[in-house]
């Protein structure tokens, strides 16, 4: 008689976005008439860049040709995708990355989530509150943690780390030494970035204590401010307690286009054990590698063109996370993020609880945002507001929010 | 201090398919001049079929245009392929599946490796022997089977089906009841197809035991004998006991572009649980859909034009099988699969061993082909040669063969 994994039933609900696309879709019904703007789950709104639709329609045609056809891709990735990613974002910023450390993948969502599997699961893992939910979720299920407690929100065995206005919502180091430390800098859902300091604070702490740091830089092309790391290899140390995850999403428009990677040292290592071995073995058994023509628009993200270009979708949106910021700060909102970030993070008004300011801006501003509870217990009180919509859709959203 | 999964450190050696690859490439950087032909890793040869090139085209035009641009999919895949599915490979061939069953995914390889998640550690779980070998790597991974017994080159805690000429390749039901049964028809590796009655033999056991039928029909465009199921859910009683795994890669030559499906019934359950919402759950949290641009070309696979031009690429494929078969079968040798299947399944000569007959053939003939052993110690003193070469190489190799 077979059985299922009994930990997916500690999960409360279904994950944050569907939750909020069923939300929203069930109100859409009810009010056919009224024009939705979603600034909720951070999906995109810009076309892919000229020299992306270039690269793609030259690798189709690639394809459709049996001199040029690919099938089955490397297991790491294609090496013209891997060495133009060492070069451009780590070996330009003076970090020591590999090609072969780099394993590509079909976006950090996956990464994010399947990189538990290869740690034991009595590792006890940290995480900020509020968080990015797979982080937590995908160790639920794998069973390295304990019930749902109702009264604290949240999962027996897992510490948090909490992320309030007091700490500028960068996290202390926990009373409690953690195993595994989820870190995501600028952050989402608050829109904060780390500082050089502060990241290296994280690096040694890790070391010293047998640590290990799974470091999300998922976001690190809206960093405006010159003197904070895109990568956490930017510190000493890092090679030896960290692992990166990376993704095509945000600075090149591939959410539907699912491109992404991880870098793994090789100098990591757990005794004697090569954590580079051990995703290499996960990698080639239970993945089967991006679409070829996938990895030839990654390649041109790093063309002069391409850089062009998504530098300017990237200022696209960081004038959008600006027109929020200022708007609902000119309305009296207490407010942060979005300066080194796509995501504006906001103190609900007259002590509102998330959910309740979700539904009341929904109903009276026809704006979707994501309820900061929905990141965990300290997010309760607090509402993300994301930049990818369209300039015109966000000047209108803050239009009716600040008109509420 | 963080520890690993230790269950990797039970897999001997890297995966089978890494492996060949990296004999070869070192076989072929000591003799440069020497042409080898692959008919190892089941990889296909012909480019993709013009219909999908368009469809690829059209798609990547669309990504171009704020207005028809797509940013993340639906967490089940875009309801245009689902209802492709659905409509195509179930009820054209009378199988109750509706398009809210089916999970899109990026292949049959991650499906096949990630569905044992949803599943509880203590399921025993069967296999023929020789199998493909995600299905056991990935359960020892997940920490649901013993060590790897060198002695019976298997799995202790794992219940092997042996599949011999004797039973024609087709397994009888274990003495032990197993929890979870894979299976695979037609066949990887063996080539061989179970009949209706033998697939309805399984279903109605798996009902009876409360067992978990997780059936692999990532081959069945290649079936020739009209009788043959093509889908478990041809049986009667297969939505309560079967999930389906599904791939574009062999009936569409998707190998590099990745797409494929599960089947979760929602009759499906474990007590009151619908396996289902698992998957759902699954599916939403650990990833984030096929890209856009595939799953339009997932859909072009069932327009009129797409299915003509691919009847006519597995043909291609077929005719190579047969000259596969044939050819060695004058040749003197034992052979199987290769007509409802585009494996041949081959008893090496001689009484050599399958890497024996590995390296033999790599040196003498230069062709590249499958251990038998690699897929299981029943696999010993097997070999597989795929179909998925060119017509001009197929013929080359088996001329080389035979000469051998």
Not at 27 to 41: A, D, M, V
Not at 298 to 315: F, M, R
Request: with cysteine; net charge negative; aromatic share 12%.
């Amino acid at each position: 008689m077979f059985t299922i994994n009994e930990n997916y039933l500690k999960l409360p609900g279904s994950y944050l976005f569907s939750n909020i696309a069923k939300k929203v879709a069930a109100y859409q019904e009810q009010h056919p008439e009224k024009e939705i703007i979603r600034l909720g789950i951070g999906d995109v709104t810009q076309p892919l860049a000229p020299a992306i639709i270039t690269a793609l329609h030259k690798a189709v045609d690639e394809m459709g040709n049996a001199e040029t056809f690919h099938g089955y891709a490397p297991d790491l990735g294609y090496e013209f995708l891997r060495k133009a990613i060492a070069e451009n974002d780590f070996k330009a910023r003076g970090c020591q990355v590999e090609a072969d450390e780099i394993f590509v993948s079909d976006g950090a969502k996956c990464d994010s989530g399947n990189i538990q599997e290869i740690l034991g699961l009595d590792n006890k893992i940290a995480v900020c509150d509020p968080v990015y939910p797979v982080y937590v979720d995908t160790n639920v299920m794998a069973g390295r943690t304990g019930a749902y407690n109702k009264e604290r929100e949240n999962f027996d065995g897992v510490i948090y780390m909490p992320c309030t206005a007091e700490n500028q919502f960068v996290p202390e180091f926990p009373e409690e030494v953690p195993d595994v430390i989820y870190l995501c800098f600028p952050n989402n859902p608050t829109g904060a970035a780390a500082t050089k300091e502060q990241l290296q604070g994280w690096v040694d702490y890790a070391n010293k204590n047998g640590a290990l740091i799974i470091f999300d830089a998922a976001y690190e092309a809206y960093i405006t401010q010159k003197e904070l790391p895109h990568s956490i290899y930017e510190c000493d140390g890092a090679r030896t307690c960290a692992i990166e995850l990376r993704s095509f999403s945000k600075n090149a428009g591939f959410t539907g286009v699912r491109l992404g990677y991880t870098v793994v040292p090789k100098d990591l290592k757990c005794g004697e054990v090569s954590l580079h071995s051990l995703w290499a073995r996960r990698h080639g058994t239970k993945y089967n590698g991006a679409p070829y023509i996938v990895q030839r628009a990654g390649e041109a993200v790093y063309s002069p063109e391409g850089k062009a270009q998504l530098a300017e979708q990237v200022n696209y949106y960081l004038k959008n996370a600006h027109t929020i910021l200022e708007g609902l700060a000119n309305a009296g909102y207490t407010v942060s993020g979005g300066v080194n970030a796509p995501y504006v993070w906001l103190k609900t008004p007259g002590n509102m609880s998330s959910w309740e300011f979700f539904d009341t801006l929904l109903s009276e501003a026809g704006v979707v945002g994501t309820p900061g509870s929905g990141f965990g217990a300290c997010g309760e009180g607090y509402f993300r507001l994301s930049a990818f919509g369209s300039y015109e859709n966000t000047i209108k959203a803050i239009e009716r929010i600040t008109k509420m």
